[in-house]
């Protein structure tokens, strides 16, 4: 299949179609993104287009990875931070016929996991993401531009919902009910939430945003962690974003898209081993406020994205690819039964936590 890239891409890092091997790779949603393997190096790089109509102001992404880069060179400089190559002009992306374009290192020896398959590779990813945040615990998150304006803000969410569903068509709403209903009771989260938000001890921090297993590479032998990847979404935030995500993607061994409700369970082992790896990290900078809301942290995001699911269905399937008109509603149930699950556990759960903070 020959692929849709433009040599005036390559020309802007130095090279060309003709000295450089290019795969297509990736199974993210986003960016393109092509492995580069120049005929006349030993090193390869990962080249990215930058999807615009998801990150509207791309220069930000940028500007916000040279500020992070220049700071950890100073405190942590034997840290792994991939940050971008520059073009042959010196600048950190390419423009290129009105698409933007970055071009990372490649890491050798190393791999991205789709699945967890075992609960030390989740130790390894939680012990990462809180590396990167304890690493800038000192650094000025203000500083930095979101990326994605109100991305994990849940009271955007909730009213983006209460809009939708004062649209939403009749049949929509009805075979939504039970879901409704649902988001509804829940709304003790967002209150929950909203009453924390201004304490002086739940402070912004640089926070990852997308904590999912793909973006941690681990070493292809040990599974130990290496570094965190895909970085567009660094912005400041609060903790329960990342750790709330992890809980999220981790703790059950289906996705959001599994249909059978009874195989969305919490495997504690994972929920142990992710906890353990991120308190390793977090555990002695995290204020008093944001140890009681670890547990919340995945009821927060968990409810997030039930939210976000159930708006884009009342709204038509507008943002999150379906393969079939009620899959969104699929996801909201999925999302609702994982979150009564972790209240069913709720005991055990925080005896865990508990434990990890000593």
């Not at 075992?118 to 993401?129: G, I, L, N, S, V």
Request: proline fraction near 4%; glycine fraction near 4%; charged fraction near 25%.
């Amino acid at each position: 299949m020959e692929l849709n890239l433009d040599s005036e891409v390559l020309e802007a890092y130095g090279y060309t179609k003709e000295n450089t091997k290019i795969a297509q790779i990736g199974t993210g949603l986003i960016n393109r993104t092509y492995l580069l393997s120049p005929q006349a190096e030993e090193k390869k790089y990962i080249l990215q287009n930058i999807n615009t109509s998801v990150f509207k102001s791309p220069y930000a992404i940028a500007n916000n990875l040279r500020a992070i880069a220049d700071y950890l060179s100073l405190t942590a400089p034997g840290y792994l931070f991939i940050k971008p190559v520059s073009t042959v002009k010196g600048e950190e992306m390419a423009h290129v016929k009105h698409e933007h374009w970055r071009m990372l290192p490649f890491v050798t020896h190393t791999i991205s996991l789709d699945v967890l398959a075992d609960p030390k590779q989740a130790y390894e990813a939680a012990k990462q993401f809180g590396k990167l945040s304890r690493l800038l615990d000192k650094f000025d998150a203000k500083t930095l531009q979101p990326t994605i304006p109100g991305f994990h803000d849940l009271n955007l969410r909730y009213e983006q919902f209460i809009q939708a569903l004062n649209q939403a068509e009749e049949k929509l709403k009805a075979d939504a009910k039970e879901q409704i209903e649902d988001a509804l009771t829940h709304q003790y989260i967002l209150d929950y939430y909203t009453s924390y938000l201004h304490r002086n001890d739940f402070p912004d921090r640089v926070m990852h945003h997308d904590t999912k297993i793909s973006n941690v590479l681990l070493d292809s032998e040990t599974n130990e962690g290496i570094c965190v990847i895909d970085l567009d979404t660094i912005m400041p935030g609060k903790f329960i974003s990342d750790l709330g995500d992890m809980m999220r993607t981790y703790l059950c061994a289906f996705s959001e898209n599994e249909t059978d409700l009874d195989k969305v369970k919490i495997r504690l082992p994972y929920f142990e081993a992710t906890i353990k790896g991120y308190l390793s990290e977090m555990k002695h900078i995290l204020t008093a406020t944001e140890k009681e809301l670890i547990l919340f942290s995945g009821k927060y995001m968990i409810y997030m994205q039930a939210l976000r699911f159930l708006t884009d269905f009342l709204s038509r399937n507008k943002y999150y690819p379906t393969n079939y008109p009620t899959q969104n509603l699929d996801r909201v149930k999925n999302q609702f039964k994982l979150l009564h699950e972790i209240a069913a556990n709720e005991k055990e759960l925080q005896d865990i936590i508990e434990e990890n903070l000593v």
